[in-house]
């Protein structure tokens, strides 16, 4: 009997101990977001004034609550199943996600996050952190852990690099409004889209064996970009003009292009006509004693080459086909080049 009465009491407890614990609740501090939350009826599904932990783990679906004024996303942590969230246009300035492991899509945009960490989001397939506040001011993305990653919007931040060495993947990136300086995309095979304008770049390589497939390129507004590396000159000079300053060339080496693109400031060079069809005048600026003067293809080829001696001109005939040239002379003074296309 006695035996019995205890095998009960045991029984007892272990039901108010499993009951106790499905019911305890998700901590959340911040007002709209827990009103958010309570008033989903597929997180709440008991329909009462709390989240329980139970529904937290159980949700699989979105957290969709960009623009409702929250300062604390505590309570988030719960949700480990979550595969998506945008919690973009709130004034959080910090963002816990390492136990969501299992997010797939992510939107912080707009908010005033001084970094956005996601290393432990390794499912993580898309990534919208675009325009982060001015006064935390994003400078940089660590993204070597998200290698499902296949489209990435990091516009309008102040980022000064981005690695994307790891995202073999990607898709889509939209890095426009950055300080970026170099931008080398060779290893994303699937990259199709770029939108990489108005930041500092000076380097910029889409050699990647997929440039004909691209839907859209902008990499204008980048006043010290010269050269940028592609599949294919021709491809590119035709599809992607538009996408261009007038100083920036396509070009299947830009190693080769920057051995010879430097400019001394005592030489002063002019070509014209450029646009031309086929005769160019060059002028030195001034006579030399000794003048080398090359033209050279994009990809570094010679195409002509010519030495003169006491000369401040020189009157060539640029053949081969339509396309962009470089005219390098070389003197006592030094050396200058200078674009010139043919058409």
């Known amino acids: 009997m006695k035996l019995l009465s205890t095998l009960f009491t045991l029984s007892g407890l272990f039901c108010f101990c499993s009951t106790a614990l499905i019911a305890q609740n998700v901590t959340i501090p911040d007002a709209n977001f827990k009103a958010y939350l309570v008033g989903n009826a597929a997180i709440n599904t008991n329909s009462d004034a709390e989240i329980q932990v139970s529904e937290a783990v159980a949700f699989t679906g979105k957290i969709d609550c960009y623009y409702l004024g929250i300062l604390s996303f505590t309570g988030l942590e719960a949700f480990i199943n979550l595969t998506e969230l945008d919690c973009s246009f709130n004034y959080v300035n910090s963002l816990d996600l390492t136990q969501n492991v299992n997010l797939e899509y992510l939107d912080c945009s707009g908010t005033s996050l001084p970094n956005v960490d996601v290393t432990a989001n390794t499912k993580l397939k898309t990534l919208y952190c675009t325009?982060?506040?001015?006064?935390?001011?994003?400078?940089?993305?660590?993204?070597?852990?998200?290698?499902?990653?296949?489209a990435l919007y990091c516009d309008n931040n102040s980022l000064t690099a981005l690695d994307l060495s790891e995202n073999v993947r990607l898709e889509e990136l939209y890095c426009y409004g950055n300080f970026i300086t170099n931008l080398d995309l060779s290893l994303n095979r699937n990259l199709v889209t770029l939108s990489c304008f108005a930041n500092s770049l000076t380097s910029l390589n889409v050699k990647n064996t997929n440039n004909i497939n691209f839907n859209y390129f902008d990499a204008s507004i980048n006043p010290n970009l010269t050269c940028i590396e592609v599949d294919?000159?021709?491809y590119s000079?035709?599809?992607?003009?538009s996408g261009i300053d007038a100083a920036a060339s396509f070009s299947l080496n830009c190693s080769v292009i920057s051995d010879f693109n430097s400019i001394d400031e005592e030489v002063n060079l002019a070509a014209y006509p450029n646009p031309t069809r086929k005769d160019i005048k060059v002028d030195f600026g001034k006579t030399y004693e000794?003048?080398?003067?090359?033209?050279?293809?994009?990809?570094?080829q010679v195409v002509l080459s010519r030495n003169l001696q006491n000369s401040a001109t020189a009157s060539l005939e640029l053949e081969g086909a339509a396309g962009i040239y470089f005219v390098r002379i070389q003197t006592e003074a030094g050396t200058a080049t200078l674009k010139v296309i043919k058409e």
């Open 131 to 150: 325009s982060i506040s001015t006064v935390s001011a994003l400078t940089s993305l660590d993204l070597t852990n998200n290698i499902d990653l296949e």
């Open 232 to 234: 294919d000159t021709t």
């Open 237 to 241: 000079n035709i599809s992607w003009a």
């Open 290 to 300: 000794e003048v080398t003067i090359q033209i050279m293809k994009v990809t570094g």
